[in-house]
């Protein structure tokens, strides 16, 4: 059983990755969180072990949100000074620019509902229609059109969202 985690890891660990990041916008913390996915499995040993890690996945994403929520009101609690800011640099203006397209796509991401979302991001770690339905709980006939409704919801936020001029830099 040990060799079919193991295999589970090396072809798994990089869309649970990429699907916890997208959940909790952090690499290092969705790496962290892909480890623990991975130990409990080792312990659990799951019968479906693919769908079985992406169910724990979200369950872990959804639990780190929670806390990043009550970290951020303890810290505003604490916190009345503004923070200081440091002069940028060209490479910071590129690091910013990025985070506010992360910022952007996560704020879109965030309009969808939970199941439109976990369809959407599930699929984008690269599971199938079977795995993404006994995950979800949905029927596999019905994977395709909720995805393809996400996929729309999605791109409908994004653009009704107003980023300020985000084509003007771009003029």
């Known amino acids: ?49 693919r769908s079985w890690v992406f169910a724990v996945a979200a369950n872990l ?11 951020k009101r303890h810290l505003t609690l604490l916190s009345n000074d503004p923070v200081p800011m440091s002069t940028p640099d060209a490479g910071a203006d590129d690091a910013v620019e990025n985070d506010e397209r992360k910022a952007q796509v996560q704020q879109a991401l965030d309009t969808l509902s ?21 995950s979800t709980g949905l029927a596999v006939g019905a994977i395709g059109t909720t995805l393809a409704r996400a996929r729309k919801r999605l791109l409908e936020a994004y653009d009704r969202m107003d980023f300020g001029n985000r084509h003007a830099a771009h003029s």
Not at 114 to 134: C, F, H, K, N
């Open 114 to 134: 939970d199941r439109d979302r976990q369809v959407l991001l599930l699929w984008d770690a690269g599971m199938s229609y079977p795995e993404i339905a006994e």
């Open 61 to 71: 994403a959804r639990d780190e949100a929670r806390a990043a929520i009550r970290r």
């Open 1 to 49: 059983m040990t060799d079919e985690i193991e295999r589970l890891y090396k072809t798994t660990y990089t869309a649970v990755v990429r699907f916890l990041y997208r959940k909790v916008w952090d690499a290092d913390r969705a790496e962290d969180l892909a480890q623990e996915v991975f130990i409990r499995a080792m312990a659990h040993r799951p019968e479906k072990p």
